[in-house]
């Protein structure tokens, strides 16, 4: 007679402070998005957005991004402006290893999502990869109330901000202002399908979701 199977060891958890160490790895590596994005968000933002109930609409919710096919559009188009946004600034498109613990994608799959349209954020709102524009996004993203921890970062980022580009204060604190009042007017960006529009002109998707002039 054959013995019983021995029930199969669970997997080992991946906790918060597996996913710090992850990140701290990456970052000493230099690798700021993808993995090291949910990893970081997994730590310093340990909360569900504001959207997560609008969110389960999103399929998928982190879709994979042909980037081929996006250097390809107009540059007018979303897609098209989007792709140029990276390669001019040198920044890689978002993407998760395959082999990126579960556990951590099952608490952060949201945040995943926002690590992937931020850098659409930035086109969408006009706004560079520097200084003045990550406080225009930061702001818009205060505005658009996504989290409450966002607020707890905000002391921090109105000291951290203006000195790391002392002379452009000024700007930092206008784009600031300006990204939190569209956020304010607009609904929850993070819950629609922004990848949906990446054909159509990017002056139509700003006007149609209010993001015009």
Same mark, same amino acid.
């Given at each position: 007679?054959?013995?019983?199977?021995? !029930? @199969?060891?669970?997997? !080992?958890?991946?906790?918060?402070? %597996?996913?710090?160490?992850?990140?701290?790895?990456?970052?000493?590596?230099?690798?700021? *998005?993808?993995?090291?994005?949910?990893?970081?968000? %997994?730590?310093? /933002?340990?909360?569900?957005?504001?959207?997560?109930?609008?969110?389960?609409?999103?399929?998928?919710?982190?879709?994979?991004? %042909?980037?081929?096919?996006?250097?390809?559009?107009?540059? $007018?188009?979303?897609?098209?402006?989007?792709?140029?946004?990276?390669?001019? *600034?040198?920044?890689? !498109?978002?993407?998760?290893?395959? $082999?990126?613990?579960?556990?951590?994608?099952?608490?952060?799959?949201?945040?995943?999502?926002? @690590?992937?349209?931020?850098?659409?954020?930035?086109?969408?709102?006009?706004?560079?990869?520097?200084?003045?524009?990550?406080?225009?996004?930061?702001?818009?993203?205060?505005?658009?109330?996504?989290?409450?921890?966002?607020?707890?970062?905000? !002391?921090?980022?109105?000291? @951290?901000?203006?000195?790391?580009?002392?002379?452009?204060?000024?700007? /930092?604190?206008?784009?600031?202002?300006?990204?939190?009042?569209?956020?304010?007017?607009? $609904? $929850?960006?993070?819950?629609?399908?922004?990848?949906?529009?990446?054909?159509?002109?990017?002056?139509?998707?700003?006007?149609?979701?209010?993001?015009?002039?």
């Amino acid at each position: 007679m054959s013995q019983p199977l021995a !029930p @199969a060891a669970a997997a !080992p958890t991946f906790t918060r402070l %597996d996913s710090f160490r992850a990140f701290r790895r990456l970052v000493r590596a230099g690798t700021l *998005n993808g993995d090291a994005a949910v990893y970081k968000a %997994d730590v310093f /933002t340990p909360t569900k957005p504001r959207s997560a109930e609008a969110m389960r609409v999103l399929d998928p919710l982190i879709p994979s991004l %042909d980037m081929d096919a996006l250097r390809a559009m107009p540059a $007018d188009t979303f897609g098209g402006a989007y792709a140029r946004f990276l390669d001019d *600034n040198a920044l890689e !498109p978002f993407v998760v290893s395959e $082999d990126f613990p579960a556990a951590v994608l099952e608490r952060s799959s949201h945040w995943a999502r926002y @690590a992937l349209v931020h850098d659409m954020y930035h086109v969408l709102l006009g706004y560079g990869p520097d200084v003045p524009g990550e406080a225009g996004v930061f702001g818009f993203v205060l505005g658009q109330r996504l989290a409450w921890i966002f607020w707890l970062y905000a !002391p921090l980022a109105l000291v @951290a901000l203006p000195l790391m580009a002392p002379r452009r204060v000024g700007e /930092t604190f206008r784009a600031l202002a300006r990204g939190f009042r569209l956020g304010r007017a607009l $609904d $929850d960006l993070l819950a629609m399908p922004l990848e949906r529009h990446f054909e159509r002109p990017l002056d139509e998707v700003r006007a149609e979701l209010g993001l015009a002039g």
